[in-house]
């Protein structure tokens, strides 16, 4: 599966949730079901890695993907 240029999901199918951890944890994809591949979770990040892109959707981390922080460094001026 690593060898894939892109990187976007995996699915694993499997009644032991540590072997599918173990594994999802060794495989170069943004999102990894575990005997499902048709649910996206709000709450959770869609993202993807390698040549599929590195930006996300969905969750507080894609919230930040569509804003753009910006810091202000001021003094006040003194007499």
């Known amino acids: 599966m ?3 240029e892109y990187g976007l999901t995996a699915s694993l199918w499997t009644a032991d949730p540590e072997r599918a951890a173990a594994l ?5 994809t943004g999102t990894v079901f575990m005997n499902r591949a048709d649910y996206l979770d709000p709450a959770l990040c869609w993202t993807g890695c ?10 507080l981390i ?4 569509l804003t753009r922080p ?3 460094h001021m003094k006040k001026v003194t007499k």
């Open 2 to 4: 690593n060898d894939s």
């Open 24 to 28: 999802g944890a060794r495989i170069e």
């Open 70 to 72: 910006k810091s202000y």
């Open 50 to 59: 390698k040549n599929t892109g590195r930006g996300g959707s969905l969750s």
């Open 62 to 65: 894609g919230y930040h993907n």
